[in-house]
């Protein structure tokens, strides 16, 4: 897999700041202090009404990215997954009527960001969720699926933004990934 250009998670972040995810298991994500806002920056931004049906447009646009970009298919289910559980929890636990962010292509990694306005600083939780229940498990799978995921804070607002990095291979000469 191609190195990443994103911020190294887990790391000490300009503003000094690190955490850990709040369940057993989890792995360190970064609090990261210096980290812009989504949608500044390089990838593809969005800016949807905070409905249901912008889950579904956020997941499209994450799969028109993939297959423009020559993702191999065998990502494309964590990805699709992922990005939709992060714009689940934004429309779940933000105040906003809107939800913005970006997905956006470094190497072999593919990285969404959500915003959630009108929330505190700090890690979402995650909570045990017992087998009858149908919610809950969001953010198991995101570490699951993960190389990596944290939280920043925005920079000018209430909020935060909520991040996951996949693998992305791109299909190279002969039609195969790379990893």
Known sequence: MAASSF???GSPTTA?????????????????GDHASAPSGPGHPFDLPAVPASVATVRNAAGDLM?????DRG????????????ATNALQHCSGERIAGRLALSGDVLRCEVEEH???????????????DENGRGLFLV??????WGVSPILHGEGQTVWAELRAPRLRRGGHAHW
């Open 143 to 148: 570490d699951a699926l993960s190389l990596a």
């Open 67 to 71: 297959r423009n970009e020559d993702v």
């Open 7 to 9: 911020p190294t998670p």
């Open 75 to 86: 990502a494309w289910d964590d990805v699709l997954l992922v990005v939709s559980e992060l």
């Open 118 to 132: 009108g929330v505190g600083l700090g890690l979402p939780e995650a909570r045990r969720a017992e087998h009858e």
């Open 16 to 32: 000094g700041q690190q955490s850990t995810a709040s369940f057993p298991g989890a792995r360190p994500v970064a609090l990261a």
